[in-house]
């Protein structure tokens, strides 16, 4: 029943998926890339955020429950290059996601099911092109 495991297991499943740009990880240090001419490139940045819970058996010696959240990669590219390469990559985020297995366990995270990701586009942020690949999931474990 751990987040901390939650959130290993989908970092990971990112990291050992993703090779074209750096991954921007959370609360680290990080400096967009430059190509050698100092012009900017794109990466991406994992983000998780924790969702509502809720009891799915009640007066039983042995409760589970449910918690929701979302995995949300930011995608970016700098402005001015097309939308071609943005969308590709969303594309290729959404398909990591979308592999199998949808429904795993890892150490004490509980049972994780991953719904259908949805790329988002957001438009232009400070000189960036972004857009957003959501992964709604649910999370059911016993305490």
Do not use: C
């Not at 998780?48 to 007066?59: C, W």
């Amino acid at each position: 029943m751990s987040f901390v495991d939650t959130n290993s297991i989908l970092e990971q499943r990112l990291k050992n998926s993703w090779s074209r740009t750096p991954i921007k990880w959370p609360n680290q240090v990080f400096q967009p890339p430059e190509d050698t001419a100092h012009n900017p490139q794109p990466y991406i940045a994992f983000n998780h955020r924790g969702g509502g819970a809720e009891d799915l058996v009640l007066g039983s010696d042995n409760p589970w429950y449910r918690w929701h959240g979302i995995v949300i990669i930011n995608v970016f590219v700098p402005e001015n290059i097309g939308m071609a390469t943005l969308r590709f990559y969303g594309d290729l985020i959404k398909t990591i996601f979308l592999q199998q297995p949808r429904a795993f366990q890892y150490l004490q995270s509980g049972i994780i099911r991953l719904f259908v990701p949805q790329v988002v586009e957001v438009g232009s942020v400070v000189g960036w092109m972004q857009v957003n690949v959501m992964v709604p999931y649910r999370r059911d474990s016993q305490v």
